[in-house]
């Protein structure tokens, strides 16, 4: 049984100063990631169709095992009107049978302003430290213009004539 800790963080201010991550839990299922999940730039390169709160739940439950993890992206704020500790996005990453692991990402808000690319810097750091991981990639679609540049920003390699990307550590 899995325990649902909120308070589980992951963050390295060296790597991401501006976020953090924070274990995602079925209470996260609500208006606000239904909102992101349902705006046109995101809905756009999304494999899922379905997009109700049961669903969600199901999904959140189905990520967290020791293969998998679905964390929330934390934006740290920057003292004017935003909330600190806001939710902004989503990081999944799955460990593969090849000893690498993948890479997804969706930003609910705050795009184009590198914390995206925080956000993969800070993804392939906890790959290697919590799961020994030293090679990551992401499938991006090609039209997905700003994951492309948030994961080439990151390091990643975007190979040609493929949709494929690719970070290894050193």
Known sequence: MIRWDRSR???NSKVAPRIYFRWATPADADATYLG???QPE?????????HR?????????SQVNNVR???????????????????IGTLKMVRE?????????????????????????LGCQYARSV????????????ENVGSVK??????????????RGEYVSS
């Not at 709160?53 to 439950?61: A, C, F, G, Q």
């Not at 929330?72 to 806001?86: A, E, M």
């Not at 799961?131 to 090609?142: D, E, F, K, P, S």
């Open 9 to 11: 963080l992951w963050r």
């Open 36 to 38: 992101w999940l349902n």
């Open 42 to 50: 995101v809905l756009r390169w999304l494999s899922f169709p379905s």
């Open 53 to 61: 709160v049961t669903d969600l739940k199901r999904y959140i439950r």
């Open 69 to 87: 993890v679905s964390l929330f992206i934390i934006h740290l704020g920057d003292g004017t009107n935003r909330k600190r500790d806001q939710r």
């Open 97 to 121: 049978k090849d000893g690498s692991a993948s890479l997804g990402l969706m930003l609910g808000e705050h795009r184009g302003h590198g914390l995206g690319t925080e956000a993969i810097r």
């Open 131 to 142: 799961w020994g991981i030293r090679r990551v990639w992401c499938g991006i679609h090609a």
């Open 150 to 163: 948030a994961f080439t920003k990151a390091g990643f390699l975007v190979r040609p004539y493929t949709v």
